[in-house]
Each structure stands twice: as C-alpha cells, then as structure tokens.
C-alpha cells in the first residue's frame, strides 16, 4: 500500500501500532475523525512517509522523537489536536519537510534549535501553543521560510536579528506573546515580507528607517507595544501598504507628511500616542482611505482637522479624546456609508466619533 485516504470518516479509538508495519505507505490522511491517545512510535518505521496528515482529530501526548526517522516527509500536519510537551531535538531531521502544521495544540516547551536545519521548511503554523522561551535565532537558516506563525504562545526575548537572514517570508505573525526589546534593523532585509503583525507584545525603541526597505508589505501592525520616538519618514515608501496599525503605543513626534505618498492606504490607526504637531493635509492625497482613527491624542496634536480633503471611500473615522483637533464636521460625513467600509483588524462596524467639546457639528446630532 502506498496510499491511505480515511479522513472525515468517523472514526474513533486509538492509532494501532501495527501502522509501522505500513514500511511502503507515502501519503496517509486520516484528519477530521475522532482518533484519540498518543501517536504509536511505531510511525517511525514508515520510512517512505512524504505526507501525514492527522489534523483536527482529539491525539494527545507528546510529538514521538521516532518521527525524525521520516526523512523523505515533505508535509506534516498535526492541527486541532490535543499534543502537549516539547517538541523533540529529533525534528531537525526531516530535511524534506516543507510545511509543518502545529497549530491548535497544547505544545509547551522553548522552541528546539534544530529547526534551523529544515532548509526547505516553507510553512510553520505554530500558533496557538504555549511555546515558552526566546526565539531561535537559528530559525534565520531556514531560508526557504515563506510564512511563520507563531501567534498566541508564551514565548519571550527579543526577536532575533539573524531572522534578517530568512530573506524569502512573506508574512510573519509573532503578536500576543512577551516579546521585548527592539525591532530589530536586520528585518529590513526581509523585502519579500507582505504582511507582518508583532501587536500585542512588549516591544520598546523607535521604529528605524530600515523599515522603509519592506516596499512589498500591505498589511504592519505594531499596535499596542511600547515603541516610542519619531515615526521615521521613510514609512511613506510602504506604498503598497493598505493596513498601518500604530496605536496604543508611545509614538511621539509629528506625523510624517510622507504618509501622503501611501496611495494605497485603506485603514490608518494611531490612536492613543503622543504625537505632535499640526495635523498635516496631506491625509487627503490617500485616496483610497476606508479608516482613519486618530483619537485619544493628547493637545500637542492640534490644528484644524482637513475634513474637507476627505477622501468619499471613508467609512470609520474616529477622532475622539482628541482635543487639540478642531474645526467643523461637514454634514456629508454624518453618514459614512457601510459599503466603503473595510471592517478593519479589528473593527466591526462604519462609523464616526468625535468631541463637541472642540468641533463643531453639522450633523443633525446633539452638541
């Protein structure tokens, strides 16, 4: 036998460890039924193995150190089960492998090194673990690397800078863990990147000027760290970015006018920074803006808010908690349209906000 198809089939109880006498099976898919126990070590023996998947089932116990006998395997996936304990040394073995599914388990542990040895690694879905520890710095080696996700664990430490090494991502989410430290130059080199969320950590520092080097991303979120200073011009060569997600963090300084060279622009976060200076009319050359949220600003931000020089494909603008803006809201944006609306990261509904303490309203609304 060389191929074995038994997913979604209903199946329950526990893997048989006669598997292992399966030495000529290459695929075997048997995800989405209701499998439970701990994988056989026996699974070692099937030596011809280039596909496992066991995703969405109820396995438990620990990742065998057996399965770093399957040198020829090229895709694991173990999602939506219920794996614990660490990931064994033994995983840098599998030098064929090029996407690896984890996600969705109970995994603990720091990361192993030797997953810097997966050369042809393409995917890691590791999210959704409780994977303790730093992040190896060896993961700079898996140079075939288009997608790491690692959201959604315990990891901690800085971000290393060998990861500038792993030139060929083009998204990383590294958000809801204990990051700490900078942001670190070396991404800069990573130009393939398209998508990079690191939100939700505790990230400190100036964002550098090597970050206008990632002139493919569409999609940055930073929000809610602790990076503080300037926001360096160089964010307005992000031109193909349509998400910049900067809130909630310590942001100081003015807005950079370059952000009006971002055409591509849809949503725009910076609430709730120390950001100063004039508002800059340059907002109205983002022609494709759906969100603007500028709220919860401190005074040092002031000036007359370009309502005027809106774009029409605005559909959430929240300028609330933000004294030092002020002018008249035209009545036309009373009622921002849901069609024009992006729903954001995280937002659900088209809307806008604002203070009568500082703005007039032209809205048939009470101030």
């Keep these: 036998m060389i191929e074995f198809y038994a997913y979604e089939s209903s199946l329950s109880g526990t893997l048989p460890s006669e598997l292992g006498k399966l030495t000529s099976l290459e695929h075997m898919e048997i995800h989405e039924n209701a499998f439970t126990g701990p994988l056989p070590t026996e699974l070692g023996l099937m030596t011809s193995m280039t596909e496992l998947d066991l995703q969405e089932n109820s396995l438990s116990g620990s990742f065998p150190s057996e399965l770093g006998r399957l040198t020829q395997l090229e895709t694991m996936y173990l999602s939506d089960n219920a794996f614990t304990a660490c990931l064994p040394s033994e995983v840098g073995m599998l030098a064929q ?34 994977f303790t520890g730093t992040l190896p710095g060896e993961l700079g080696l898996a140079t075939s690397m288009e997608r790491m996700y690692l959201y959604l664990n315990v990891l901690t430490g800085t971000l290393p800078s060998e990861l500038g090494l792993a030139t060929s991502i083009e998204r990383m989410s590294l958000y809801e863990n204990s990051f700490t430290g900078f942001f670190p130059s070396e991404f800069g080199r990573l130009t393939s990147m398209t998508r990079m969320s690191l939100r939700s950590n505790s990230l400190s520092g100036s964002l550098p000027t090597e970050a206008g080097l990632l002139t493919q991303m569409t999609l940055l979120s930073l929000r809610s760290n602790a990076f503080g200073g300037a926001l360096p011009s160089e964010v307005g060569l992000l031109t193909q970015l349509s998400g910049l ?9 003015a807005i950079p006018s370059e952000i009006g060279l971002m055409e591509s622009l849809r949503m725009l976060h910076l609430h709730n920074n120390s950001l100063v200076g004039s508002i800059i009319s340059e907002l109205g050359q983002l022609g494709n803006l759906q969100e603007l949220d500028l709220s919860a600003i401190p005074p040092s931000l002031r000036g007359p808010f370009p309502f005027d020089s809106l774009p029409g494909s605005l559909g959430y603008l929240n300028i609330s908690g933000s004294p030092g803006l002020v002018g008249s809201i035209p009545e036309e944006l009373c009622f921002l349209q849901k069609s024009s609306c992006s729903y954001g990261e995280d937002n659900d509904q088209c809307y806008i906000d604002f203070d009568c303490s500082n703005l007039l309203c032209g809205c048939d609304c009470e101030c």
């Excluded at 984890?102 to 409780?130: I, K, V």
């Excluded at 997600?245 to 300084?253: A, E, H, I, T, Y």
């Design 97 to 130: 492998l090029t996407r690896m599914y984890l996600d969705d388990n109970s995994f603990t542990c720091p990361l192993p090194t030797e997953l810097g040895m997966l050369s042809q690694l393409e995917r890691m879905y590791f999210h959704r673990n409780a």
């Design 245 to 253: 997600f900067l809130n909630d963090c310590f942001f100081s300084g």
